[in-house]
């Protein structure tokens, strides 16, 4: 059984950081994407970051700078870390893993606000 369990989010200023943490299961961690999303109120959810199971990352260009995803094999986590936030940061992360079918995590608020 695949599971995807996200922590970390709450509040913080602007210019502030967060780290989210996904705790995976259920599936070969190692050799497998994992990516972040996340939905703004009122918004489609967007692509933020992914990382291969060898470590190539990419990001959007509205994170790139800012955010840094990583994983720890050994652990079966995966980690966004968010730097300089911004209010438009707002809205609830998703970690997914990109296997033949998509698994997602059920979210973390983030709320940017002062």
């Known amino acids: 059984q695949v599971q995807l369990v996200e922590s970390g989010g709450g509040l913080a200023q602007p210019g502030g950081s967060l780290r989210l943490s996904c705790a995976a299961s259920?599936?070969?961690?190692?050799?497998?994407?994992m990516a972040w999303y996340r939905q703004a109120p009122g918004k489609e959810r967007e692509w933020a970051a992914s990382?291969?199971?060898?470590?190539?990352?990419l990001y959007s260009g509205s994170v790139r700078g800012r955010f840094t995803i990583s994983r720890d094999n050994a652990k079966n986590t995966v980690y966004l870390q968010m730097n300089s936030l911004k209010p438009e940061d707002t809205g609830v992360y998703y970690c997914?893993?990109?296997?033949?079918?998509?698994?997602w995590g059920q979210g973390t608020q983030v709320t940017v606000s002062s």
């Open positions: 259920g599936f070969p961690f190692s050799s497998t994407a």
């Open positions: 997914k893993a990109v296997a033949s079918t998509a698994y």
């Open positions: 990382i291969a199971g060898a470590g190539t990352r």
